[in-house]
């Protein structure tokens, strides 16, 4: 609880806070672009310095940037933060009730669920599968290469990581890399934009009256429900005829309802749903956009390409894809690629939290209810911790650990922090592996002459407004 904090007494008041000029009644909303929320949120962090205050609409809000507070503020979880009750109602309304927007019993619960079930021991039964996508995405990279064509390599990256989402969480191979225009996949998309635009909106309107595009939404949501139920019902069948999938699940689906159907297990199958779906929407596309920003990076930065390639032959052998489980944390250099990428190009670059209660937050007497926005970005772009913080360097993450105090790794959050940080982070990595090291052994990755300028754009997750590379099947790659 607030106990928890460094400082408890008070110094300053909420209205003590420095903040950008705003107008009457919208305050500073009408000065967010919500594609760009991020970006603003941290010029005015770099003008207000760690902690400041704004006003969006009728809401005021505390915007916090310094990791040592970010950190206490993330482990404080449940009790004295949570997630923003703007982000729960959204969510639910849009069907995703899962272990993202459960607060306080509730969240322990399914928290409790969603670690059962993700845990090394399952993505290792799930490896085959994954190894089977990643050959079609090879497969699908090569022939295009070989007739001279170009790959969309945005639009594949985010149908492979929809692909294994699914496959983990409903156990469904849907392919929409091959198959575009899957009725499942044009709903999440529509759950993932409206999600994006509500979040950000300065009024919830849609409570009042409804647009087309919030009756596209409602709708999306009621097929998503039901084909759910439908996978659920398909995995009891395939458990009933194969008993022994209860002890040794191969998908994440399995895995929940093998945990709900234990005596006394708490669970429900509106738990199970719920939490399947929320691994889609919290599984895909920051997967899909870290690989994404990780391959812009390589097209711009050909030693380190080289350095990876060199790395995946050794390790792949003779073989195209990755083909022993085990062999996914012998990747080194790979590993402090992604550190590196995830530094300068979180997917996401802030989080949302809110007061449960009156609080002390560095000194500042926070009221109730008050949201909060810690800008995990911006802990990784400190000189002090970071020397040329714009620069790309796998190096860094290289070499003796400092010690535990002395560590910039422990300022960074790409996958949050606490008692709430992502339980999917083992699999996003294990996915990322596989993706790049067959990318790394089988392809150069190229930068596009010309490329347009790339942009960062917040929809839910930070996604590049383009991907300008391109790629050539390597020599002797195989
Ligand atoms: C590179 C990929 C990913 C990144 C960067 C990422 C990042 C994050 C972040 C920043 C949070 C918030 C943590 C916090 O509040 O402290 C989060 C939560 C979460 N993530 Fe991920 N994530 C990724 C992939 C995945 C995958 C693949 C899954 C599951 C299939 C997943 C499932 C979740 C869930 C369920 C939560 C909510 C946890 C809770 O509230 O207790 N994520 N993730």
Redesign the pocket.
């Known amino acids: 609880m607030g106990a928890m904090l460094p400082e408890t007494t008070a110094t300053r008041s909420f209205d003590d806070l420095p903040a950008p000029r705003g107008i009457p009644w919208f305050g500073n909303a009408l000065q967010i672009d919500s594609l760009q929320f991020h970006v603003t949120l941290e010029n005015w962090a770099r003008q207000f310095g760690s902690m400041y205050r704004f006003q969006g609409g009728p809401r005021k809000l505390m915007v916090v940037s310094d990791p040592t507070l970010i950190g206490t503020m ?1 482990r404080d ?1 449940p009790d004295a933060f949570r ?1 923003t009750v703007r982000s729960e109602r959204v969510l639910k309304e849009l069907g995703t009730t ?5 607060e306080g019993d509730e ?1 322990r619960r ?2 409790k669920l ?1 670690m059962r079930a ?1 845990t090394p021991e399952v993505i290792r039964n799930f490896f085959p599968t994954l190894k089977l996508l990643t050959e079609r995405l090879l497969t699908r990279w090569q022939a295009a290469s070989a007739a001279g064509r170009k790959v969309n390599v945005l639009r594949d990256l985010k149908a492979w ?1 929809l692909d294994v ?1 699914i496959w ?2 409903m156990g469904q191979d849907i392919n929409t890399l091959e198959h575009d225009a899957n009725p499942l996949q044009r709903d999440i998309e529509t759950i993932f934009n409206r999600v994006a635009r509500r979040l950000t909106a300065p009024i919830s309107y849609w409570r009042y009256f409804k647009l087309p595009a919030d009756r596209e939404a409602d709708a999306a949501s009621a097929r998503i429900k039901e084909a759910a139920t439908e996978f659920v019902a398909q995995v009891r069948a395939r458990m009933e005829a194969n008993p022994a999938l209860r002890a040794k699940p191969t998908n ?1 689906l399995e895995a929940f309802v093998a945990a709900r159907d234990e005596a006394d297990s708490g669970f429900t199958d509106t738990h199970v749903i719920g ?1 399947a779906i ?3 929407f ?3 596309d ?2 899909s ?2 690989i994404a920003w990780l391959l812009d990076f390589l097209a711009r930065n050909p030693s380190v390409a080289g350095k990876l390639a060199e790395e995946s032959d050794a390790i792949l052998g003779a073989n195209p894809v990755l083909n022993e489980f085990a062999s996914l944390e012998r990747f080194t250099y790979l590993d402090a690629a992604v550190n590196e990428a ?1 530094r300068i190009k ?3 670059p802030f ?1 949302g939290l809110e007061t449960n209660k009156e609080q002390v937050v560095g000194g500042v007497l926070v009221p109730p209810r008050t949201p909060i926005i810690v800008m ?1 970005r911006l802990a990784g772009m400190n000189p002090a911790d970071f020397p040329e913080p714009g620069e790309f360097r796998p190096e860094r993450w290289l070499g003796a650990k400092p010690p535990v105090n002395d560590d910039p790794a422990r300022k960074l ?13 083992y ?3 294990a ?2 592996k596989m993706a790049v090291s067959m990318v790394a052994k089988n392809f150069r990755v190229g930068l596009d002459k010309n490329p347009a300028e790339v942009r960062e754009l917040f929809t839910f ?1 930070m996604t590049p407004s383009s991907l300008p590379v391109h790629l050539v099947a390597r020599q002797g790659g195989q």
């Open positions: 993330l979880r997630r899962g272990v993202f927007s459960a969240w399914q928290r969603v993700l990581t989402t983990l969480a994440l939490n929320t691994m889609v919290a599984g895909e920051t997967t956009n870290t995830m979180p997917v996401a989080l995990l959050f790409p996958f949050g922090g606490g008692p709430r940080f992502c339980p999917g982070r699999l996003a990595m996915e990322i997750t």
